[in-house]
């Protein structure tokens, strides 16, 4: 069976810390192996320069607004969900979205 390594380099890596370093991040298998200012590159590794851009881990939302029940017309739960994944995100927690008017009007009379 053949091995997958992948080599990011030169990327503006957020630290577990919360400092940014520059530097280099090996994943092998798909599983982060190394990672350090500078890693030497093996003939396995495909290679991809990350130089100006930001490398985050996975990131987790602890409160999401959706746009359902009630604006599905702007925001669904499948484009939502799409949108935080392209943006880095790994699991949300879901807040439900009410239309104020639809759910409290009887008490206002």
């Known amino acids: 069976m053949s091995s997958t390594t992948l080599l990011i380099s030169q990327a503006q890596i957020l630290l577990s810390d919360g400092s940014i370093m520059t530097g280099d991040v090996r994943i092998h298998?798909?599983?982060?192996?190394?990672?350090?200012?500078?890693?030497?590159p093996t003939e396995n590794d495909k290679i991809v320069d990350a130089t100006g851009l930001t490398l985050l881990p996975g990131v987790i939302a602890p409160?999401?607004?959706?746009?359902?029940?009630?604006?599905?017309?702007?925001?669904?739960?499948?484009?939502?969900s799409c949108a935080c994944a392209k943006g880095g995100g790994?699991?949300?927690?879901?807040?439900?979205?009410?239309?104020?008017?639809?759910?409290?009007?009887?008490?206002?009379?």
Do not use: M
Request: a neutral charge; aromatic letters at 18%.
């Open 29 to 40: 298998n798909g599983v982060i192996s190394q990672v350090a200012r500078e890693i030497t």
């Open 63 to 80: 409160q999401v607004h959706f746009r359902e029940p009630g604006l599905e017309h702007k925001e669904d739960l499948f484009t939502a």
């Open 90 to 109: 790994h699991f949300f927690f879901r807040n439900a979205q009410y239309s104020t008017f639809n759910y409290y009007s009887s008490s206002i009379r």
